[in-house]
């Protein structure tokens, strides 16, 4: 998990007191839950406005859902479950194409791809995005990489290249 938060901080996803600042995101991070409520100065909060956070706290998963909750249902009420898991398709999409065009050498400098902006906010966007389907769908994301990666690190696919040791 320290990475994962670690990742989401180099694309300045961090914390004020008002609620979660997101810097180059373009997504709509959402749910279904609108009894939710959220604090007057974070009703109008949104990407182009937000301040900029200063010595941000590491954001974990379940923060990330806990503080996009009431965000949807003020942005995007009604909203069909599925939406979010699309825009994560569609950010994957994007970063597939900002890895082409780095490989291709083209669409960009060289500087500007070794920055790979495009490709870590496309990776940030997957993110909150995936974690929006999961609030959708009632499941904890936190939980769940927890869970997932406890049972993946245990799998050693160069003793075992057929099963990584699974029984």
């Known amino acids: 998990m320290r990475r994962l938060a670690s990742t989401?901080?180099?694309?300045?996803?961090?914390r004020n007191g008002d609620g979660v600042v997101a810097e180059g995101t373009k997504c709509a991070i959402n749910d279904?839950?609108?009894?939710?409520a959220i604090p007057a100065a974070a009703a109008?909060?949104?990407a182009s406005a937000a301040p900029e956070a200063s010595a941000a706290q590491p954001l974990?998963?379940?923060q990330l859902q806990d503080?996009?909750?009431?965000?949807?249902?003020?942005?995007?009420p009604g909203r069909e479950a599925h939406y979010p898991?699309?825009?994560?398709?569609?950010?994957l999409d994007e970063l597939a194409h900002a890895h082409l065009k780095e490989l291709q050498g083209i669409r960009g400098t060289a500087a500007e791809?070794?920055?790979?902006a495009k490709a870590k906010d496309a990776v940030a966007d997957t993110i909150i995005f995936l974690a929006d389907y999961c609030s959708a769908r009632g499941f904890d994301l936190q939980e769940i990489v927890?869970?997932?990666?406890?049972?993946?690190r245990q799998r050693d696919w160069r003793a075992d290249p057929k099963g990584g040791g699974e029984i």
Not at 8 to 14: A, K, M
Not at 32 to 36: G, H, I, L, P, V
Not at 85 to 91: H, S, Y
């Open 8 to 14: 989401l901080r180099s694309v300045r996803v961090g």
């Open 60 to 62: 974990t998963f379940r």
């Open 44 to 46: 109008g909060l949104n």
């Open 146 to 152: 927890e869970q997932t990666w406890a049972k993946v």
């Open 67 to 76: 503080e996009q909750r009431p965000w949807v249902a003020r942005n995007f």
């Open 85 to 91: 898991l699309r825009g994560a398709v569609e950010e």
């Open 113 to 116: 791809h070794k920055a790979k």
């Open 32 to 36: 279904t839950d609108t009894s939710a």
